[in-house]
């Protein structure tokens, strides 16, 4: 990638961001920016980010938004949209080139074209418009996805970039990835958010398509290594996939051996971002699966307290 220069500092490297949401709270403390980045190593079911699986651009459908108009249709240099009585204008993957000429031709937003390619820089000028905010609110930058280490070099530059300004960072991360990528990275981060989606390796190859032996290692390491930043685990609760009372014992039992642990979090299944799998052509094999409600989930703070970890539900 070429290489910038701004302020004396060099900043390499580019990387493919599905969206950037400013003035957003919830992702760690304070007002912050989020960046979601593209591309992920898991495949879990009940993702609300379908969009970010995958490491290239793409065009998501947004059937509620359409008006019908063709306009979408008779721009289409490859043919890949057609009309459909139960689904709207529906684009076939296969001859879909990706071009964004549909979503550029669309007036009401119903087609979009989701991921870009952005440089370090680029996105430093964005998160600095905000930084007022930031440092009344003891908030930052957060960067998300998808899974940011699928992205090492961005990410590690980004980071460091971030922190050269005094920008607060928070990781949301799987884990999944080399230990030489997410060492690299550490020195840069603030607090990490460690999802851990199961503790039996072979359950975990199941739900995810990866195995979670790296993941674990990851986290060991990542604990003793960290100097000043702090990790929050996360575990989703999906019945009947993270719900098994022995592997959420186990997680905890493990957590709670480690340093620079603040707590464990408990992320309820919610059905927000469904609708994606259908605008980018794909099916939700969780259809039928009902959201958990926080009160379903008042035992596990007990359990935590019993085995000497707190635990906390999230509630957004």
């Known amino acids: 990638m070429t290489t910038e220069h701004a302020g004396g500092s060099c900043l390499i490297t580019a990387g493919v961001v599905f969206d950037v949401k400013r003035f957003a709270t919830g992702d760690g403390p ?17 993702c609300a980010n379908p969009e970010s699986h995958r490491s290239d651009p793409e065009i998501m459908y947004h059937r509620s938004l359409c008006v019908g108009c063709g306009r979408c249709v008779d721009v289409c240099p490859t043919g890949a949209i057609r009309p459909d009585d139960e689904w709207g204008l529906v684009t076939d993957t296969n001859r879909c080139s990706v071009c964004g000429q549909c979503a550029n031709a669309c007036y009401y937003g119903a087609r979009e074209l989701v991921g870009r390619t952005v440089s370090v820089g680029e996105l430093l000028r964005v998160i600095r418009r905000d930084r007022r905010h930031y440092d009344n609110s003891g908030g930052g930058v957060t960067l998300g996805g998808g899974e940011p280490l699928s992205q090492c070099g961005f990410t590690r530059d980004l980071l460091r970039a971030c922190k050269a300004d005094g920008i607060h960072t928070v990781v949301e991360t799987c884990g999944f990835a080399s230990w030489n990528c997410l060492s690299s990275i550490l020195p840069s981060v603030d607090l990490l958010f460690y999802d851990l989606k199961h503790i039996d390796p072979d359950r975990h190859r199941e739900l995810t398509g990866q195995s979670n032996e790296q993941i674990l290692s990851n986290l060991t390491e990542a604990a003793y290594a960290l100097q000043r930043g702090r990790i929050i685990v996360r575990i989703p609760y999906v019945p009947g996939r993270t719900d098994d009372p022995r592997s959420l014992r186990e997680i905890l039992k493990q957590v709670r051996s480690l340093p620079r642990i603040l707590w464990v979090e408990v992320l309820p299944y919610h059905r927000l971002g469904t609708s994606k799998y259908a605008g980018l052509g794909r099916s939700y094999s969780l259809a039928g699966l009902a959201p958990v409600q926080k009160r379903e989930l008042e035992h596990l703070p007990e359990l935590g307290e019993a085995l000497g970890v707190e635990v906390r539900i999230d509630a957004t």
Do not use: A, N, Q, S
């Open 30 to 46: 304070g007002i912050r920016t989020l960046v979601f980045l593209k591309g992920c190593p898991l495949h879990c079911e009940w």
